[in-house]
């Protein structure tokens, strides 16, 4: 009997801006934490007017572009990936919610170490993301700062 | 019959994932009005799509999303006939709590 089946589908949705998803956006917010951190950092124990007011700077951009990592893999994960994908790379979900924690833990402080994992994770995530596109990657170090390894798709 | 919702078209009223019991006998009762919650099924393809009923122009249902940034609907694939109108939304038995606390 239906009644013990699942639901059918009804789509309440649009044809038109779906279907262009891409993890680089999440990967420059999590360069860009990665080297909020690092200004901060070099930034030492200064006091003063200007320091004050360029460590709030960079923390405010830590702070944002670590939440805007979060959104950007939210929204590859919730809408972009179907259940079958996330049964074949079971990896994902994990790697997912490592990526929250670790955003959060980003914004929580200065710890590179923090940012160096989020940004793996979220390399990972791009990995996964190409291969559901059948789509070859490769890890460069792009010329600016923080010189850290990001995942590119070999198109 | 119950249907689960995918996509945003019809926010704030309908989220991804709301589960819907949708009566095809109710518009035996009476014929669909501008501004009833429908479901139809896609004259491009086998699919059902949840939309609302805009306008009514003849014998043709014009259906559009709630939110028409995130909808495609009769603006792009016209009115459906009456026979494409599968059933009425009646109400909304089941949504994640999830979606009542963003």
């Known amino acids: 009997m239906r009644i013990f089946k699942e639901p059918r589908v009804v789509y309440a949705h649009c044809d038109i801006p779906c279907g262009i998803y891409d993890p680089h956006s999440a990967q420059v917010a999590a360069l860009t934490v990665i080297r909020m951190m690092d200004l901060i950092s070099e930034s030492g124990d200064a006091s003063g007017t200007v320091p004050t007011h360029n460590i709030a ?11 805007l990592c979060k959104h950007e893999v939210r929204i590859i994960w919730g809408d972009y990936f179907k259940e079958d994908q996330i049964l074949e790379y079971p990896s994902l979900n994990d790697t997912v919610r490592e990526i929250m924690v670790l955003a959060s833990k980003s914004k929580q402080g200065i710890d ?3 940012g160096l994992k989020l940004l793996e994770e979220v390399n990972r995530f791009a990995e996964i993301f190409w291969k559901t596109k059948g789509v070859e990657t490769k890890r460069v170090v792009p010329p600016y700062g923080p010189n850290e390894e990001i995942v590119i798709p070999i198109l | 019959m119950r249907f689960v919702v995918s996509g945003k078209s019809m926010e704030p009223k309908f989220y991804n994932g709301d589960k819907l019991f949708v009566s ?23 699919r059902f799509v949840l939309k609302r009923i805009g306008s009514i122009e003849g014998d043709r249902y014009f259906v ?35 979606k009542l606390i963003k």
């Open chain 2, 24 to 46: 095809p006998l109710f518009f035996k009762l009476r014929e669909p009005r501008a501004g009833d919650a429908v479901v139809v099924k896609d004259p491009r393809g086998g």
């Open chain 1, 57 to 67: 700077r960079y923390t405010e951009v830590k702070e944002k572009h670590a939440e």
């Open chain 2, 64 to 98: 559009r999303g709630d939110n028409l940034e995130w909808s495609t609907d009769s603006r792009e694939f016209g009115g459906v006939s009456r026979d494409a109108i599968v059933g009425k939304v009646i109400f909304r038995y089941s949504r994640k709590i999830s």
């Open chain 1, 112 to 114: 590179r170490s923090a």
